[in-house]
């Protein structure tokens, strides 16, 4: 007989498998309920993405301990010191525009004309040195 894996693990497993179907519903999703889900995703008090960032953390502090118990190298603790470093900086720049994204789930007010057409902004792309 196998063992099953402890209910920690069996519970990542279950996260990542329902992340898939949210990037699926994510993928399918009619514009308002797109909103709704990256906005939910975005937040960082309360959304994945936050989340996410604790538990890389927490993982980053794992390793620390195990790499100065001389477990693990001290490559996986600057690893993931880095992922959750690079996750927390990508989770604010995000936040400022999270509040943007969620108004676009709000309903808009009837309108007594038609609204303009949206126009498209130029792409700013920005670098970090």
């Known amino acids: ?9 069996r519970l990542a497993d ?8 949210l ?11 797109a909103a709704q889900i ?9 959304g994945v993405l936050g989340r996410v960032t604790e538990l890389v953390g927490t993982g980053s502090r794992f390793a620390q301990d195990h790499s100065q118990r001389g ?14 470093n690079e996750l927390d900086s990508v989770g604010v720049d995000l936040d400022e525009h999270t ?3 969620k108004q676009l789930a709000k ?3 009837a309108a007594t004309s038609p609204a303009p057409a949206p126009v498209a902004s130029a792409m700013v792309v920005r670098r970090r040195g």
């Open 23 to 33: 990037t699926q519903c994510l993928s399918q999703a009619p514009p308002r309920e």
């Open 1 to 9: 007989m196998t063992d099953l894996p402890p209910s920690s693990v």
């Open 38 to 46: 990256l906005g939910k995703v975005l937040d960082y008090d309360e």
């Open 71 to 84: 477990i693990l190298g001290p490559e996986v603790w600057l690893a993931l010191g880095r992922a959750a």
């Open 99 to 101: 509040d943007t994204i």
């Open 14 to 21: 279950h996260i990542a498998r329902q992340l898939s179907l």
């Open 107 to 109: 309903p808009s007010p």
